[in-house]
């Protein structure tokens, strides 16, 4: 912000493109209103950074996040988040005031004076120069580069993108909480417990699995995590204590009424909620306020890579292309210990050998289900950088490592797309959005002018829709049974069971049902999450309510209008539910009504939010470059991508860990005729003979005829093989019968031409 009020002087109009008078007349006007509000704007984020400090320096602002304040590790934001904030801030203020002075709406502020100010910095102006990119067959690991026309769409650290304009209170920042017909909305947590109350009937899921669940959220932390205010130095803030007004940005507080059916037995009126961090929007012209996404947008695998490099290369062991894992004298193939237990995650004190675990994204250790299927991952990148070096013992760590990961991000995809997307979906929804993979071939629709990122309405509201899947307890075949998640949340200790660990995790996650999608929560979720002190923890609902309105996600009624959705898609009485909440119907929170609605044919989710996730998945296939199923200098081969096309969650399953029979399909529970049970023993792995570089293993002989014949094998240059290792075919011949003759090989150039032949 010093920089850029440096840079004023200098800068001003220097790089300004202007078209006519009246263009000119209009910049003029805000580049005044910038230079005149500039420094009361700094001079207000100095005053709140002083502010911060003494509450740092007091020791208030320094929440423990195992704490049930915390939400522990998702108050975790990365230094690179916290640079940006500053920009945020000072983005919002200048376009309050200019909102102000011009007394106009901020849409036309976007709209009519929009255009990067030159006199701002911008967090988002060092373009990356995407020139190598083009034919590089590996995505980059910050998601860089992956649109070649704009390198910076879909990287870490950039702002999600909207749907539709965001609805604030004061149409820039505030978090929307002023009803439309006045008077405030109702409160995030007496909607919870009137309407996200867990329920005891008719809540099972007849055919997904809990698996289904823990992929959505494992795919969910791919593709999104949200940056959220901290204090000064990164600190964790808490906003129920008296030290900061409960709700003055960065707080915005959950109230408890007095009256509360569960928190008023322990005289809690307030839960801890920090509102997102600001940022500009990519473009860094004035508008709204924005959210940051910490990871790459894509599905790549970044929670298990890192969405920088500096994560990336400290989870590898630079040798054979692997991944580390942890070195655990009883169970070796963990994840990596975070034995500076900088996740805070809660440890038994009992075991010194048992600490949290690294990965790529640092909310792995929120559940035990969460870390074991980051080690099934793990594992299998592993295993598979193990089959490429098999087979082609030259290449080094770094293709090693690049192949695996491209190997595994495809088949993330792959499960994504084939196997999770149509139980969610449906088949109509599947076809009308194009979502379906290939059965051969490639796919023709990757299109640059399409922006992959995560879309606000998507990661704060529609598809949260799985935390109404989880169930109050993990199915676990080990030591001990079944837990309630209260008991795990934070806490690694059940993957390292001798007997069970997350064999017994993933098979209980397969071997029990999902929760259905619908307003019922478990209370494990909205009265016990991350409880640390006896009793209860936080509300899981409320919150995702909360964010909604601090991102100024817009109402129900308007998505649902957005998505041409038909009227009558709620039960009467849920409809009904709502309405007895909410003063206006317009009010009505996107999170509350788009969980509620009914099913659309063969999905388990209504149709707001399948429109809203359906648009997100495709813009996630047609905006990727890398998606598995493109040709182009970055693609498969074809054989390799029908290697691809075999995998299955439950293959991956059974080849890294010890567990015998699985359904078939992970997704959807065992029945005999639907989806039978498979043993393991019978599955095969990727055939690696796909990736080898150099001659292919001779093929059988042809039959004898006149006493000679014939066998081939191929020069097999297929990428990401190094050139000129050898050439085309090679045929070898040898005499039969009765008559032996010795074998010769020869090259098969230009069909025996100029090739001598030996031997007869
Ligand atoms: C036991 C299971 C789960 C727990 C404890 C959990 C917990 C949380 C928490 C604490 C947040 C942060 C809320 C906030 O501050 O705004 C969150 C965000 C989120 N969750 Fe979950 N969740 C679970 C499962 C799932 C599932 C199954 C899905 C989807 C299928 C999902 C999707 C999301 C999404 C999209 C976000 C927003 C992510 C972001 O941008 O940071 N979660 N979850
Ligand atoms: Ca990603």
Redesign the pocket.
């Known amino acids: 912000i010093r920089l850029a009020v440096q840079q004023m002087e200098t800068d001003l109009f220097q790089h300004v493109e202007v078209t006519s008078t009246e263009q000119i007349q209009k910049d003029n006007v805000l580049s005044r209103i910038v230079s005149e509000s500039l420094q009361s704007i700094e001079g207000a984020i100095q005053a709140a950074d002083g502010k911060d400090k003494k509450l740092f320096d007091l020791g208030i602002d320094r929440v423990d996040p195992r704490s049930t304040d915390a ?1 522990g590790p ?1 108050l975790l934001t990365s230094s690179q988040a916290v640079e940006i904030a500053p920009f945020g801030k000072l983005y919002t203020g200048i376009t309050k005031s200019a909102v102000e002075t011009l007394n106009i709406s901020v849409q036309n502020i976007e709209q009519q004076l929009s255009r990067p100010i030159p006199i701002l910095k911008c967090p988002f102006s060092n373009v990356p120069d995407c020139s190598h990119a083009a034919t590089s067959r590996y995505r980059s690991i910050d998601g860089s580069c992956n649109n070649l026309d704009n390198g910076l769409w879909g990287r870490s650290f950039t702002p999600f993108e909207r749907m539709i304009p965001a609805h604030y209170d004061n149409g820039v920042d505030e978090p929307r909480q002023t009803s439309i017909s006045g008077g405030p909305l109702p409160l995030a947590r007496k909607i919870s417990s009137k309407f996200h109350q867990s329920s005891l009937i008719g809540h099972l899921m007849p055919d997904l699995s809990h698996m289904a ?2 992929f ?2 494992f795919l ?1 932390h791919d593709i ?3 940056a959220l205010s901290t204090g000064h130095d990164g600190a964790n803030i808490n906003c129920c204590g008296n030290n900061r007004p409960s709700s003055e940005d960065p707080c915005f507080a959950i109230q408890i009424p007095t009256d509360d059916p569960y928190y008023s037995k322990f005289n809690r009126t307030c839960m801890n909620f920090v509102r997102a961090l600001p940022t500009p929007k990519l473009d860094c012209r004035l508008g709204q306020r924005q959210q940051l996404n910490q990871n790459t947008h894509y599905i790549d695998g970044s929670q298990i890579y890192g969405s920088d490099t500096n994560t990336s290369n400290s989870l590898r062991e630079f040798s054979g292309g692997k991944l580390k894992t942890g070195a655990d004298p009883i169970i070796p193939n963990l994840l990596p210990k975070d034995t500076a237990n900088a996740a805070n995650c809660i440890l038994p004190t009992s075991n010194a050998n048992v600490k949290c675990f690294l990965s790529g994204d640092i909310r792995v250790n ?2 035990p289900a969460l870390s074991s299927l980051h080690t099934i991952f793990l594992r299998e990148h592993n295993r598979i950088a193990a089959g490429l070096a098999a087979v082609n013992k030259n290449w080094t760590d770094q293709i090693l490592y690049d192949e695996a990961r491209k190997i595994v991000g495809a088949m993330l995809q792959h499960i994504t797309y084939k196997e999770y997307l149509p139980e969610i979906l449906g088949d109509a929804i599947m076809n009308l959005y194009d979502l379906n993979p290939l059965t051969s071939g490639y796919f023709n629709g990757y299109d640059s002018s399409v922006n992959p990122a995560s879309r606000n309405e998507f ?2 509201s529609a ?5 109404s ?2 169930h109050d307890s993990l199915k676990y075949n080990g030591n001990g049974g079944d837990r309630m ?1 209260k008991d795990v ?1 934070l806490n690694p200790a059940l993957l390292y069971h001798k007997t069970g660990g997350v064999d017994g995790i993933i098979k209980g996650l397969t071997d029990s049902y999902s929760q259905k999608v619908d307003e019922h929560l478990s209370s494990q ?1 909205t009265r016990h ?1 991350f409880e640390s002190q006896p009793g209860f923890g936080a509300d ?1 609902a409320a ?2 309510i909360q ?1 909604g309105r601090d991102h100024g996600i817009p109402g129900y009624l308007l998505m649902k209008a957005i998505c041409d959705v038909d009227s009558n898609v709620h039960d009467p009485s849920v409809w009904g539910a709502l309405k007895a909440i909410y003063k206006n119907s317009f009010d009505i929170d996107l999170f509350s009504a788009g969980v509620s609605e009914k099913p659309v044919t063969g999905g388990k989710i209504g149709p707001t939010f399948a429109c809203i996730i359906a648009k997100q998945f495709e813009a996630l296939k047609k905006g990727d470059r890398y998606y598995y199923e493109n040709s182009g200098d970055q693609a498969f081969t074809p054989e390799q991508l029908d290697e691809i096309r075999k995998i299955s969650l439950s293959k991956l399953i059974c080849r890294n860990t010890g567990i015998t029979s699985i359904p078939t399909n992970a997704f959807t529970k065992n029945s005999s005729s639907r989806n039978p049970l498979m043993l393991c023993s019978g599955v095969t792995d990727i055939d690696y003979n796909r990736w080898k570089c150099g001659w292919s293993d001779w093929g059988t002989w042809t039959p004898c005829v006149n006493s000679i014949q014939f066998r081939w094998r191929t020069c097999m240059e297929q990428k990401p093989c190094v050139a000129n290792v050898c050439i085309n075919n090679a045929l070898e011949e040898q005499a039969c019968g009765s008559i032996v003759y010795k074998k010769k090989i020869r090259r098969r150039k230009n069909k025996y031409n100029g090739v001598k032949r030996y031997g007869k």
């Open positions: 939400f998702h669940m823990e959505g959220q969910s999104q995590r949200n929120q559940h990661a704060a598809f949260r829709f799985g935390h899947m989880v998640f949340f979720l999450l899981l919150i995702n964010r």
